[in-house]
């Protein structure tokens, strides 16, 4: 029988067919391999799930690592795989152990050439060893000591600027505080930093080259967002093309965030330039002043007194041997990348806790209170405590600022995973087995030379396992239990110890490092986190090298802050974090785009009712229930805005009045969708408890409790909260007060009903 060409190719690759089926029917999963792991579907071939994890990402990361454990495969675009891991001991295992088996990976690495220059970001090995050595001593708790009364007048100055700000608004002032910290951590690491001002105080700021310069920091993370998915061919880019050839693909291709992010790189090259050109002119007169010859060994770094990072850079750099200096490529990269990490992260943290504190007003009150005290005591003055400048030690020193400060942190990591390559074939060791593929358990997970890791700082700093079943929520108090601070010497915890100059860096690794058989209060394992073993600064020798300064940046301005202004919530914009590998706040629709970054936050100067006087006071910890504000007419003229929230403890609804209004806000009254539109006859009402019985809230149903919490003026009495459930209303309020609330009760009844009439009139 003749078998004709066709017929031949179609049994072949019948043959082969059947025979991938068969493999693929027969193939077993070897348990505890790469493999093995298992992790949500792939949504393309194209894009895996990595825009799931780094748009938006929270909710997914947290259901995914909820769902398959510490270690879990996550799809990459084009068919790549990486692991998505949280576990404690793997961590410890990367960032510490075998950290010669772990490196950034390329893609990061050539991101940030591109985007700094050889600089910390983009080198590795030996390079990156040199660079960290030189630059470690400028960053201890030493120097931060001594630059802290110089950073002082940052702080008041931007103090000083929102507070006019607010006075030229008649008393309060919607202000987007983002903007502010952005420009006020420019100040911060340009002044403490590099020892130049970038001016960027003076609102908005005078001088161009500043404002361009911030514009371009400020288009970094949105701009790296968009191209993000350009990524994964940066490496080959870099390896394959030449400087020109890339410039002509730049201007070739057309994707104008390309372009775009060019332009913004340009400009913080030049800058950092011009940074280095100044100091160095600086330290040139210095160097004449003090008489010595400039190519004398050591002249330089004899003469160098400045006390801000770059001086301390230029004169170890100066007082090294040929073959560990810098070159000036080097230093320059090292600014532009410091100038970029300090602005970025820090005006988040500052930000996010200012929006901490509107959302939980008894959080701001008691804070206050503390820096009240605590600037009274050292002056030893009742009176014109608010100019008073705490030292380092006072400032670092206050167990509630600290504790909220490692709280944020924890729970809002600037960045949300931390990228790693295996460099050699290894085995992952974990803390908690996981059930892989195959259905097995495994407590540990053999992975290929090429593995592609990404550590969860997400999926770390909310693990129950190591932060107990309240791991999600807010809470402060975690941090002034017993057992948790100084625990453990060299990992941020330890008090500080002036004068004494450490390279704090190597000894918080080897704190580290002796604690891989630490374990925490709950038994499990800690964290290798360089800061309390919260993983928001990472660890190992690539750990955060700002993070002192960071801590000194945000506890200095909350202080200068705080003493002045009092924050709230706008009650036109709802402010949204998204994390999109950086934290990324928006306003949502209708008060915003969804898309600028901003925190708008109304600012007005403190009265005396916004401290709590026991400070001590436990502090209820309150989830907000409702986003929303909302805002109520007391009849008496006035209007109070209200935060809702969900008392946990005691399954009890409250309101906290945040502040009252004459008018500031008629002028502004907009409703939210949700709520019902007032009649045109009465534009100032709301409909409360309407509109709370709309949404399932029953005043009278047994376990709602609703109370009408005044500011915190009347809050430093007795608590309102009754103690214990089942508590009647009417029996917690005695007196004035009960007759009040039955009064404003009955006359929302009352108005409900008139609007109730009304609408069926319009009907
Ligand atoms: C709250 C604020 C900050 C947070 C949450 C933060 C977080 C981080 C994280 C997660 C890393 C990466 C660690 C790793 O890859 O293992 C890092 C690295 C770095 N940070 Fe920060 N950072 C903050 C503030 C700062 C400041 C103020 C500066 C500079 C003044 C700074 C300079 C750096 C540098 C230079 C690196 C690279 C270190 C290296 O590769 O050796 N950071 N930071």
């Not at 990361?61 to 495969?73: A, D, E, S, T």
């Not at 014109?384 to 942190?409: H, K, M, N, Q, T």
């Amino acid at each position: 029988m003749e078998v004709t060409v066709w017929q031949a190719s179609t049994n072949i690759l019948l043959a082969a067919g059947a025979y991938v089926v068969f493999k693929k029917l027969t193939h077993r999963v070897k348990e505890g391999t790469f493999e093995d792991v298992d992790g949500p579907p792939r949504d393309s071939w194209v894009t895996g799930s990595f825009h799931r994890v780094f748009k938006d990402g929270f909710d997914y990361v947290m259901h995914n690592v909820q769902k398959y454990g510490g270690v879990l495969k996550f799809a990459m675009p084009f068919f790549h795989e990486a692991l998505l891991i949280s576990d404690p001991l793997a961590i410890q295992h990367i960032l510490i152990k075998e950290q010669e088996s772990f490196e950034v990976t390329e893609i990061f690495r050539s991101g940030s050439y591109l985007a700094f220059g050889p600089g910390l970001f983009a080198t590795t090995g030996p390079q990156h060893r040199k660079q960290r050595k030189l630059l470690n001593p400028a960053f201890a708790t030493a120097h931060m000591q001594e630059m802290l009364p110089a950073t002082q007048p940052i702080a008041s100055k931007l103090c000083s600027s929102i507070t006019s700000q607010v006075t030229s608004a008649g008393g309060q002032a919607e202000v987007d505080v983002l903007s502010w910290m952005s420009r006020t951590s420019i100040e911060y690491i340009g002044q403490g930093g590099m020892g130049y001002s970038f001016d960027s105080l003076d609102a908005p700021s005078n001088n161009p080259q500043t404002s361009t310069y911030i514009q371009a920091l400020n288009k970094m993370v949105p701009l790296n967002m968009r191209i993000r998915w350009l990524a994964l061919i940066v490496p080959y880019v870099l390896r394959m093309c030449s400087a020109p050839v890339r410039t002509f693909l730049v201007d070739w291709l057309p994707i104008s965030a390309l372009k775009e992010m060019r332009e913004c790189v340009y400009v913080m090259w030049d800058t950092s330039t011009r940074i280095l050109a100044d100091r160095k002119k600086d330290l040139e007169r210095e160097v004449e002043a003090e008489g010595f010859e400039k190519d004398e060994k050591d002249g330089w770094a004899k003469a160098i007194r400045g006390k801000d990072i770059m001086s301390l850079l230029l004169k170890a750099n100066a007082g090294v041997g040929a073959a560990d200096k810098l070159a000036d490529e080097e230093v320059i990269s090292q600014i532009a990348m410091l100038l970029f990490a300090g602005f970025e992260s820090t005006s988040g943290v500052i930000s996010r806790l200012l929006h901490i504190f509107s959302l939980d007003d008894r959080v701001q009150c008691r804070l206050r209170s503390e820096i009240r005290r605590a600037k009274q005591d050292h002056a030893g003055v009742s009176t014109g405590w608010e100019e008073v400048e705490l030292p380092f030690d006072v400032l670092f020193s206050l167990p509630y600022l600290d504790a909220i400060y490692r709280e944020s942190l924890r729970l809002y990591p600037a960045v949300a995973a931390l990228s790693r390559v295996a460099q050699n074939d290894t085995v992952l060791p974990l803390s908690e087995p996981i059930r892989g593929k195959s259905g097995a358990q495994t407590k540990s997970i053999a992975i290929r030379k090429g593995t592609i890791i990404s550590i969860s700082l997400l999926g770390s700093n909310y693990n129950k396992a190591v932060w107990g079943d309240d791991a999600f929520e807010f809470k402060p108090e975690r941090w002034l239990g017993e057992g948790v601070r100084g625990v453990k010497a060299g990992t941020g915890t330890a008090p500080n110890q002036p004068g004494k100059v450490v390279d704090e860096f190597a000894e918080a690794y080897r704190g580290n490092q002796n604690q891989s058989t630490t374990t925490s209060s709950s038994g499990s394992v800690k964290y290798p986190g360089i800061y309390s073993s919260i993983m928001s600064f990472g660890g190992g020798p690539r750990a955060c090298i700002g993070f002192r300064f960071a801590e000194m940046e945000v506890k200095q301005v909350l202080v200068t802050l705080l003493s002045t202004l009092h924050f709230s919530l706008s009650p036109e914009k709802e402010v949204r974090w998204m994390s999109n590998n950086f934290q990324t706040p928006v306003v949502k629709p209708p008060g915003g785009d969804g898309k600028t970054r901003q925190v708008p936050l109304m600012v007005r100067r403190v009265v005396e009712g916004d401290f709590l006087d026991d400070a001590r006071r436990p502090v209820v910890p309150l989830r907000p229930l409702i986003h929303h504000w909302l805002m109520y007419d007391n009849f008496q003229g006035e209007q109070i805005v209200m935060n809702m929230r969900l008392n946990d403890e005691r399954d009890e609804v409250i309101f906290i009045a945040t502040h009252y209004t004459k008018d500031a806000y008629t002028k502004r009254w907009k409703l939210k969708s949700s709520y019902k539109k007032p009649s045109p006859k009465s534009p100032k009402s709301m409909n409360l408890v309407r509109w709370l019985r709309g949404h399932g809230y029953a005043l009278e149903s047994p376990g709602t409790r609703f109370y009408m919490l005044p500011p915190c003026a009347q809050l430093r009495g007795e608590p309102p909260i009754p103690d214990g459930p089942g508590v009647d209303e009417e029996e917690d309020l005695e007196g004035p007060e009960a007759e009040e609330v039955a009064r404003i009760a009955e006359e929302h009844e009352r108005q409900a009903q008139a609007q109730a009439d009304d609408d069926d009139d319009d009907e």
